[in-house]
């Protein structure tokens, strides 16, 4: 039998800390050091490395500490003892770079597809009521921040409500599009940050503005459409959808970008909701275009809708620049051509 | 091997002069970053599971790169005992923020919870890590009493459970303007308390952890007063501000200089002008942040070591403010550039300059200490929560 390779090494037992010399060989699956022996299986064996120090981790608490390295590195090589797979990976430039590409590739495909199918089966667990709960949180938090109770005089209220439940009951009756179970109109005054606009919650709760309303007092049509795309929101759940995804970004994102800053970790998750809210507007877009044409609205006066907000943007980026600069908007012309299609 | 008879006919040797134990610290950046490319790697491709057993193997390349006097630190932890604590970990945040959305009482209860275990978990978490370093074969232990863990907590916790406690049971109705008033007034009040109370704090998380710290039969002890740790916060507020004011003079200064040269007026009605001072003004915060981060870490790690000693050991920690803020400059400016590639470099650079400012002066030769005890068996659970949020040895 030739000999195998031996090596000197320092061997600390564990209760003194003073080295002792021996001298280290494999056997089998055995390593033998000076006259102690130790299975290979019970020790801790060192990964291969280009710097620092090679132990042996013995069971009960010693170690076999080799100073050089390289020394050791060559000696396990020629005791028939080769690199893990995870050793040649990470020693490899090529193959960590691989790693790199992989973890950049897999979280593309768990973004562009684990998320979504991750959300639509937790969407289709939680229940009702629980969404309903998350809505009215949120509306009594806009209530005390940006919302104020609305100006519209009773009378008109109930005039825009009667016309939107009007133009329901022709869409059922028309077999229009399904209607969620529950949802709610809130007339609200937006103030100065919301001006014009209307915007749906989960759980049902479809917010309109005075200034929306006010907006397009002469266009009722164009405001059922508004109430219409709304409610394609609530039906499909987008609100809901919306902040699961960018709940689950906000963790992946600050597990990824770690301790770097919490800027940098709120970043993806406000990208990301705005790309996905465009795939919701359009959604939102067709529902709203079928509802409101069973329910004999003119789907197509929302390109005054289009107009006169991009107006209203226009005006207002002297006063807030900044706000309009970063937000999104889906192109208006496509969406007046969608609804203006016969 | 070890001759016994030859060691005790040989004469009794004089007792050593006082020796220095240098730290010295050989980890690659290059090398680090394929360890943490293939970590991150399996780590997503495990869904965290394999978070535990990548932590073990860092910790290992950390430790056989840390050489005390010539001979590197060991790490004896079992990568399975701390998956098992990780899951623990993971099912104890799960739960609390489950009970989060449930009610406002399941809420407080589960924080509740949450803030009686976290001491114990704190004092299992130094433990398990020092349990399971060694360093020319002799473990380490943290000796901290769980009572003392729960006292050291006490003058920061009680005022924030109190709060929380309070806050989330009596939420203002948005309607009524005064108690939304009070109940803003109450939250700066129990802000500003927590503010005040935060050095003590500091103080006393440092006391308890480096007096547990155990090697053979040295016991260290912190002699750190709390007005020193006082007199550095002044420090730290004194520096935030004039970092503020420099860096706000000097980036203002600097883009006034470049509108002048260019002949540029800056028209503030437009949205790229009010972008661009949002810009200067972020600018101007980040450098505030790599100037007092730098400086806190510093001061902290010199005032908590220099005060450390133990039979025959003294520490001294001389980190210098420059260069660590001139490493965090650089570090943050190069993991911006590369997204975050840069991350495993800086994560060396800045253990290297940390740990060799840190010299070790003993009194005995460390080569005739002996085991205090045999090693105990510390339950991983605690350290992951301490990675978890950060707490760590504070070297």
Redesign the interface.
């Known amino acids: 039998m030739p000999s195998s390779p031996r090596l000197a090494a320092d061997w600390f037992d564990g209760r003194s800390a003073r080295a002792q010399p021996v001298e280290v060989w494999l056997a089998g699956a055995t390593l033998h050091f000076g006259d102690q022996t130790a299975p290979l299986h019970s020790l801790t064996w060192p990964e291969r490395q280009r710097h620092g120090q090679r132990q042996v981790l013995l069971p009960g608490g010693g170690l076999l500490s080799f100073a050089d390295a390289a020394a050791f590195d060559a000696w396990a090589l020629a005791s028939g003892r080769s690199d893990s797979a995870l050793v040649r990976w990470q020693q490899s430039w090529r193959l960590a770079a691989l790693s790199l590409v992989l973890l950049v590739a897999s979280l593309w495909a768990a973004y562009l597809w684990g998320l979504p199918w991750a959300v639509d089966r937790a969407v289709d667990v939680l229940p009702r009521a629980a969404e309903q709960r998350l809505g009215e949180h949120l509306l009594s938090g806009l209530d005390s921040d940006l919302l104020k109770p609305s100006g519209l005089a009773a009378d008109r209220q109930r005039a825009w409500r009667q016309r939107w439940d009007k133009s329901l009951s022709q869409a059922r009756a028309n077999g229009g599009p399904a209607v969620p179970e529950r949802f709610e109109i809130h007339f609200r005054d937006g103030g100065k940050a919301l001006g014009p606009n209307a915007f749906a919650l989960p759980g049902g709760d479809i917010v309109i503005t005075d200034q929306l309303l006010e907006l397009l007092d002469d266009e009722p049509d164009a405001v059922l459409t508004v109430l219409a795309h709304e409610l394609g929101h609530v039906q499909h759940r987008h609100g809901l959808r919306l902040m699961l995804r960018a709940g689950a970004i906000g963790v992946v994102a600050s597990v990824v970008v770690g301790d770097f800053s919490t800027l940098l970790a709120a970043a993806p998750a406000l990208l990301a909701s705005n790309a996905y809210s465009r795939d919701n507007e359009r959604e939102a877009d067709l529902y709203a275009r079928t509802l409101a044409r069973a329910g004999g609205v003119d789907a197509s006066r929302m390109a005054v809708f289009f107009e006169r907000v991009a107006k209203k943007r226009e005006a207002a980026v002297e006063s807030h620049p900044v706000a309009i600069a970063i937000s999104s908007h889906p192109a208006d012309e496509e969406r007046v051509k969608f609804f203006g299609e016969p | 091997?070890?001759d016994i008879d030859a060691a005790s006919t040989a004469a009794p040797l004089p007792s050593p002069a006082p020796r220095v134990l240098e730290i010295r610290f050989?980890?690659?950046g290059s090398?680090y970053?394929?360890?943490w490319?293939?970590n991150?790697?399996l780590i997503?491709?495990t869904l965290?599971l394999y978070l535990p057993f990548a932590k073990a193997?860092r910790i290992?390349?950390f430790y056989?790169?840390t050489?005390v006097d010539?001979?590197?630190l060991?790490f004896?932890g079992d990568p399975w005992k701390m998956f098992r604590g990780f899951l623990l970990l993971v099912v104890l945040m799960g739960a609390y923020t489950f009970a989060g959305?449930v009610s406002a009482t399941a809420a407080v209860v589960a924080f509740l919870i949450l803030c009686a275990v976290w001491p114990a978990l704190w004092r299992a978490s130094l433990q398990f890590r020092l349990g399971n370093t060694?360093?020319?074969?002799?473990?380490m232990r943290f000796d901290g009493a769980l009572k003392d863990a729960y006292l050291a907590c006490a003058p920061l916790y009680l005022p924030l459970i109190a709060f929380v406690v309070w806050s989330r049971l009596n939420v203002p109705d948005?309607?009524d303007r005064a108690a939304?008033e009070a109940y803003g007034r109450t939250s700066l009040l129990v802000m500003g308390v927590v503010l005040l109370l935060s050095p003590l704090s500091f103080a006393l998380f440092k006391r308890y952890q480096h007096d547990g710290y155990r090697i053979?039969g040295q016991q260290a002890r912190l002699d750190l007063s709390n007005g020193r740790v006082y007199l550095l916060s002044l420090k730290l507020v004194g520096v935030t501000l004039a970092s503020t004011l420099l860096s706000g003079l000097v980036v203002g200064l600097l883009a006034f200089g470049v509108f002048a040269l260019i002949g540029f007026k800056p028209d503030m009605?437009?949205?790229?002008a009010?972008?661009g001072f949002?810009a200067i003004g972020l600018l101007v915060y980040l450098l505030v942040f790599a100037v007092v981060l730098p400086f806190g870490a510093a001061r902290m790690q010199n005032l908590a070591w220099n005060g450390t000693r133990s039979q025959a050991l003294s520490f001294r920690s001389a980190l210098k403010f420059r260069s660590l803020f001139g490493l965090t400059l650089k570090n943050w400016l190069l993991?911006a550039l590369t997204l975050?590639?840069y991350?495993p470099f800086a994560t060396v650079a800045t253990a290297r300059l940390r740990l060799e400012a840190v010299q070790i002066e003993s009194q005995d030769d460390?080569?005739?200490?002996?085991?205090a005890s045999?090693?105990g068996h510390a339950d991983a659970t605690g350290d992951i929560a301490g990675d978890f949020f950060?707490i760590d040895m504070g070297l």
């Not at chain 2, 060694?134 to 473990?139: E, P, Q, T, V």
């Not at chain 2, 009605?269 to 790229?272: A, C, K």
């Not at chain 2, 460390?366 to 085991?371: C, I, K, R, S, Y």
């Open positions: 091997m070890l050989t980890g690659s090398e970053f394929r360890i490319a293939v991150l790697l997503l491709v965290g193997r290992r390349y056989a790169n050489l010539g001979q590197a060991s004896h959305k060694s360093w020319r074969g002799l473990r948005a309607v939304v053979a009605s437009s949205p790229f009010q972008a949002m993991t975050s590639l991350r460390p080569v005739d200490w002996v085991a045999l090693p950060g």
